[in-house]
């Protein structure tokens, strides 16, 4: 049974940094595409960033060059890292781990394939 767990969310000023973990276990990595995603109050939930399960990366317009995504692999559990940086009050929202099973090169930015989704953990940049 895969497992996604968040961490690492808080209160940042803007323009501060804030890193997210997600501990997914109960899986084989190799299978599975993994990403971030938020949602705002009122919103719908929206694609941030993601690793297909041959490790490329993909990042939404709003990101780009401001967040980056990394991975710790271990046999059976990987964790997953959002470094953001520069962070503004439009990305404030709650930050959610999500996983699908896929073999493609590529992943999903829509947040329909993913099946497996953690907690969530809320991150709010505010002065």
């Known amino acids: 049974q895969l497992q996604l767990v968040e961490s690492g969310g808080g209160l940042v000023q803007p323009g501060g940094s804030l890193r997210l973990s997600c501990t997914a276990s109960?899986?084989?990595?190799?299978?599975?595409?993994i990403g971030w995603f938020r949602q705002a109050p009122g919103k719908e939930r929206e694609g941030v960033s993601c690793f297909s399960s041959t490790g490329r990366e993909n990042y939404a317009n709003s990101v780009e060059g401001r967040f980056t995504i990394s991975r710790d692999n271990a046999k059976n559990t990987m964790t997953v890292y959002l470094q953001m940086n520069s962070l503004k009050a439009e990305d404030t929202a709650v930050y959610y781990c999500?996983?699908?099973?896929?073999?493609?090169?590529?992943?999903?930015?829509?947040?329909?394939?993913?099946?497996?989704w953690g907690q969530g953990t809320q991150v709010t940049v505010s002065s």
């Open positions: 109960g899986f084989t990595v190799d299978n599975y595409a």
């Open positions: 999500a996983a699908y099973s896929s073999k493609s090169p590529f992943c999903s930015g829509s947040p329909t394939p993913y099946n497996y």
